[in-house]
């Protein structure tokens, strides 16, 4: 979910012109609010991540479906995002070095938020694809989906994104652009709005289309359909949420483009930190769906938990006679003949 990063272009220009001095600016209260929000988004969803992460990785192993490796990728995706956006791009660069940083940092990071954008949302079509031969060819799907190939298209999706996010190392700074967008640029944003919203979100559009059709069909003909209703209706609310989320974001970037400057308009500015904002809710909301719709992924979650306290027994209260010697005692059957 990619967030720009202020002033890029002037710490491009500084370093071509002379060695960059570090100069503290304070921050205005435009740049105040979204570095307290980012920052307790990133406290908050940083966690929540990492127990969903490990939640799925363990249902992955559990199950062998390809379903779960997908959310796992995802999911992945998610922590980097975070890490690299909103950590790197906004509390490091605008509240720590305020404003200010090598020439070769800032566009390295571009590259890098522009790969984890790209991983996240192909990463996202390769799951509706998964999903859609699943339903509509499940003969041939039990022949091509495994592990060992969902961990290698994985993989391929990872350094694709990785491979497309170099060519937006010279992406403009839409933060202080004085200057109007060069042929590039335009080029640019425009490669990026459709990668990043309209390709994946038409391909969205036609395979749930399809596959709600298919379940209306398959409720009146057997039970298969029906038991990949779960799975379907947690898909459908990981791509209907995106959709939403980045559609602000979409839309101002091409508003920007072509209408105004953020430098000479303060409303698009204002518009610009809101959608990044919006878009940015995107990495830290699956985990709710998740457990809305899966019990199986709620329970997983809650053996995660549990696992964690070395003081939790299954029945969440704390042992009377110690955590350590109950789980050390039990699994060799010898909590019945001694007495603790």
């Not at 980045?246 to 809101?274: E, M």
Request: charged share 15%; proline share 5%; hydrophobic share 45%.
């Amino acid at each position: 979910m990619m967030i720009l990063l202020p002033n890029s272009t002037d710490g491009a220009r500084a370093s071509n012109a002379e060695p960059l001095e570090w100069e503290q600016q304070p921050l205005c209260g435009e740049e105040i609010i979204p570095v307290i929000y980012y920052s307790v988004l990133l406290g908050l969803g940083l966690p929540v991540n990492i127990l969903t992460a490990v939640a799925l990785s363990r249902l992955a192993v559990r199950t062998k479906k390809s379903s779960y490796w997908y959310l796992l990728a995802l999911t992945a995706s998610d922590i980097l995002t975070q890490v690299i956006i909103i950590f790197m791009g906004f509390i490091l660069q605008m509240a720590i070095l305020a404003h200010e940083g090598p020439h070769a940092f800032i566009h390295t990071v571009n590259v890098l938020q522009f790969a984890t954008n790209h991983a996240s949302i192909w990463v996202t079509v390769v799951l509706t694809a998964d999903r859609y031969v699943a339903l509509c060819h499940p003969l041939r799907y039990r022949m091509l989906s495994y592990p060992e190939r969902t961990r290698k298209i994985i993989a391929a999706v990872f350094g694709a994104a990785l491979a497309t996010g170099i060519p937006f190392y010279w992406w403009l700074d839409i933060w202080h652009d004085s200057q109007p967008p060069t042929t590039v640029d335009k080029v640019l944003k425009w490669v990026h709005c459709f990668t990043m919203y309209f390709i994946p979100c038409s391909i969205f559009l036609a395979t749930n289309s399809v596959i709600v059709c298919k379940l209306k069909w398959g409720k009146r003909v057997d039970g298969h359909h029906r038991r990949m209703g779960k799975t379907i209706a947690m898909l459908m609310a990981v791509t209907t949420i995106f959709t939403v989320l980045w559609a602000p974001r979409t839309c101002v970037i091409l508003f920007h483009l072509y209408t105004g400057s953020t430098s000479k308009d303060q409303r698009l500015h204002v518009a610009l930190n809101l959608a990044n904002m919006i878009a940015m809710l995107n990495t830290t909301v699956n985990f709710f769906f998740y457990c809305f719709v899966s019990k199986t992924f709620r329970r997983t979650a809650g053996e995660v938990i549990r696992s964690c306290s070395p003081f939790c027994t299954r029945h969440g209260q704390p042992p009377s006679n110690g955590g350590f010697l109950h789980s050390v005692l039990k699994p060799q059957g010898l909590l019945e003949s001694v007495s603790l």
